[in-house]
């Protein structure tokens, strides 16, 4: 087995997929002598996409959740404002595609 010594990991910007192109050369080789490209997919390793971003809080099936930052001082206040985010369950056992 030849071990590639990996130059570039090579994505689309934009791309918030699981498909990445890695290129290299042998290990211990020059520059100029033949080099490796190898498409890599992680895809298989996430077990199932996260469901009920719409409904956080609502829906007992959600893997989100409402959360509200707090302060010390004033517990239902973060720098003199009160707002909630949606994230995902910390024991969701899920992928968030975006």
């Known amino acids: 087995m030849d071990l ?13 997929g699981t498909n990445f192109v890695i290129y290299g050369n042998k290990k211990g080789e020059t520059k100029k002598s033949k080099g490796y490209l190898v498409g ?6 996430h ?3 996260c469901m009920g971003f719409e409904t956080p809080g ?7 959740e409402l959360w509200k930052p707090h302060g010390l001082v004033t517990p ?12 995902r369950k910390r024991d ?3 992928f968030n595609p975006n």
Request: hydrophobic share 35%; proline share 2%; aromatic share 6%.
């Open 4 to 16: 590639i010594e990996i130059e570039n990991i090579i994505i689309e910007p934009t791309n918030t």
């Open 40 to 45: 890599i997919d992680f895809s298989s390793l």
């Open 47 to 49: 077990m199932r996409e």
């Open 58 to 64: 609502e829906d007992e099936d959600s893997d989100y």
């Open 76 to 87: 239902n206040c973060l720098l003199g404002r009160e707002f909630s985010v949606v994230r």
């Open 92 to 94: 969701a056992k899920c």
